[in-house]
């Protein structure tokens, strides 16, 4: 039997998803993904051969948990350069990916029954690592439509059990990108009432519009004490399987970090690290290359979705998804006779009838929604697009 810890997961609805596509895939279905959580471009080429010079150079060995040196300083510099805050390198830590980044603070910071407050709509893992690091998840509304952050809702959930809040911006799955006074606002809630802000900004190379990313980190000294900043290579450099990111905060917090990594994975891949510096300190043509490409794709899918009957969604500059209404089509019946409950209905059905595969709002903790995806090529939008609009019209 497995451990209460486990059987009490859920498991994460984006993977499951990629491991049906894989299987339609693998017998030749023609499915169109508007589901996956990364660019569709690859990985730049300089970044590529840095990873390859580091191997032949046999940098293939362990290093130290928090990372290599130069890594963690070219991430100083980027923090500094890009977001306005400081940081030593002994402040940061080095981990596999942005996900272990959050697990390993968050091990770090609560202990058992501490409440972590979490801005929903969500990305599907906050709330189970919350729960395996043996604190209670506490779930706010943001601002509907807009999906800011509603800080008299925040305010009102705190207690004295309060030890975080977890923000992700630009934002996965609503696209929303969080404004300075908000954060400000927050930040100074932080302090006042002594608990840390885990600000997850691994989006933050990916805002469109009039937009423009914070760092919560960056809007006092006080704030930034209470500030811890996650982020990482996958979204910015296409990345993704790379597995390579970071958390910045204050010494102690990484110290404890470092300890529970220490006792996990250890280091990060030693080369991969090295390709992270390349990342930061090479070229960086590439991100304004592919965030002109998501824009131009957001433009048309929010657009598209709009016109298709029955569907609402709301603009949003950031990352790459959007989170249609699609709550309309909820008690109508396909042609096989199969009633449409939920989000996860409706998804289904879409897979099956269109071969188009988004993901259920229930799994963000956002039931009238569906999170879709614009990491994919124009013509494959417009596609999908043609697909749905005629799955849904068979609805009855």
């Known amino acids: 039997m497995v451990s209460k810890r486990i059987a009490g997961m859920t498991p994460s609805a984006t993977i499951e998803m990629e491991g049906i596509l894989a299987?339609?895939?693998d017998k030749g279905i023609?499915?169109?993904?508007?589901?996956?959580?990364?660019?569709?471009?690859?990985?730049p080429a300089n970044i590529t051969e840095a990873c390859v010079a580091a191997v032949r150079g046999g940098k293939t060995r362990y290093v130290k948990v928090t990372g290599?040196?130069?890594l963690r300083e070219a991430i100083c510099e980027k923090l500094s350069r890009d977001n306005g805050v400081t940081y030593e390198p002994d402040q940061i830590i080095v981990c596999t990916g942005a996900k272990q980044a959050l697990y390993d603070a968050l091990m770090t910071i609560i202990n058992p029954g501490d409440e972590v407050i979490i801005p929903k709509p969500c990305w599907v893992s906050y709330v189970e690592i919350v729960k395996l690091a043996q604190g209670v998840p506490v779930l706010v509304n943001t601002v509907p439509d807009s999906f800011a952050l509603d800080i008299p809702a925040i305010e009102k959930a705190l207690t004295d059990k309060?030890?975080?809040v977890i923000i992700n911006t630009p934002n996965n799955p609503t696209g929303a990108v969080y404004d300075r006074d908000s954060l400000k606002l927050l930040g100074d809630l932080a302090v006042k009432n002594n608990f840390y802000v885990v600000s997850d900004e691994v989006y933050e190379k990916l805002v469109y519009g009039r937009s423009r990313h914070v760092?919560?980190?960056s809007l006092s000294p006080e704030i930034y004490e209470h500030s811890i900043v996650i982020n990482g290579f996958s979204k910015a450099y296409a990345m993704t399987g790379w597995r390579l990111g970071y958390a910045a905060g204050a010494r102690e917090l990484i110290r404890g970090m470092a300890s529970f990594q220490g006792h996990t994975t250890s280091n990060s891949t030693t080369f991969v690290q090295y390709a992270g510096v390349e990342a930061l300190r090479g070229p960086q043509e590439s991100l304004k290359t592919m965030r002109q490409?998501?824009?131009?794709?957001?433009?048309y899918l929010l657009n598209a979705l709009n016109r298709l009957p029955g569907v609402r969604c709301a603009n949003a500059e950031g990352a790459f998804y959007l989170m249609p209404d699609v709550s309309f089509y909820y008690g109508k019946v396909s042609g096989s006779g199969k009633k449409i409950e939920n989000s996860v209905d409706l998804c289904s059905y879409l897979l099956e009838e269109a071969r188009v595969a988004v993901l259920p709002g229930d799994a963000f903790e956002a039931p009238q929604k569906v999170r879709v995806a614009y990491s994919n090529s124009l013509v494959n939008l417009k596609e999908a697009i043609k697909r749905m609009k005629q799955?849904?019209?068979d609805l009855q």
């Open 215 to 217: 760092c919560i980190a």
């Open 68 to 70: 290599i040196l130069s």
């Open 162 to 164: 309060t030890r975080a």
């Open 23 to 25: 299987d339609l895939k």
């Open 30 to 43: 023609d499915v169109i993904g508007l589901n996956a959580g990364e660019p569709d471009f690859d990985t």
């Open 293 to 299: 490409e998501f824009d131009l794709r957001r433009r």
């Open 391 to 393: 799955a849904l019209s």
